[in-house]
C-alpha cells in the first residue's frame, strides 16, 4: 500500500530539534530519541484505519494518514479486500488525553488557605470563609 506520508512543519521542527541537540551521548541514544519523538508526533494525529469483513475474518489496515487516502487504497485494490469493507476514523490518543485532562478539571476548587470550597468564601454578608470554625478572610487560589 503506498500511503502518502507528508510531515508537517511542526514535525520536522520536532525532530530537528532532537538532532541538533548534541546532548546525546551515542548515536544510538540519539536514534532512541527520534524514534520515540517520532511516535509521539503519530499519537498526535487522527488517522483513518480500513475494516474488512469477510467470511467471519474482521481486519483492519492501517493507520492511513486520511480518508482520502483509505478509500485510494480500497478502491485501487491495492489491499486486495473483498466482502464489507469500511473506512473508520481513529483519532489522536494523546490528543484525547489532553481533552480528558481539561474535563478532569476539578469543577469545584478548594481554597489553598482552609482548604474549604470556593463557594464558602461567596456568601455576601461574609467577609470570607462562613465554615464556622475557619479564620480565614479571603478565597486564595
Ligand atoms: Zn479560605
Ligand atoms: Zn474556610
Redesign the pocket.
Known amino acids: 500500500m503506498k500511503v502518502r506520508l507528508t510531515a508537517r512543519k511542526d514535525e520536522i521542527q520536532a525532530i530537528t530539534d532532537v538532532l541538533e541537540d548534541d546532548t546525546y551521548e551515542s548515536a544510538e541514544k540519539l536514534a532512541r530519541a527520534v524514534v520515540t519523538t517520532t511516535m509521539r508526533l503519530l499519537l498526535d494525529r487522527d488517522w483513518y484505519v480500513v475494516a474488512s469483513r469477510n467470511g467471519g475474518n474482521n481486519l483492519l489496515y492501517g493507520p492511513v494518514p486520511s480518508e482520502n487516502e483509505a478509500f485510494k487504497a480500497i478502491n485501487s485494490g491495492e489491499l486486495g479486500l473483498g466482502g464489507e469493507v469500511g473506512v473508520f476514523p481513529v483519532r489522536s490518543v494523546s490528543n484525547r488525553e489532553r481533552a480528558v485532562e481539561e474535563l478532569d478539571a476539578d469543577p469545584n476548587p478548594a ?1 489553598a488557605a ?1 482548604n ?1 470550597p470556593k463557594v ?1 468564601h461567596e456568601h455576601p454578608e461574609v467577609n470570607g ?1 462562613v ?1 464556622k470554625t ?1 479564620k ?1 478572610k479571603k478565597y486564595t487560589t
Open positions: 481554597c482552609c474549604h464558602t470563609c465554615v475557619c480565614c
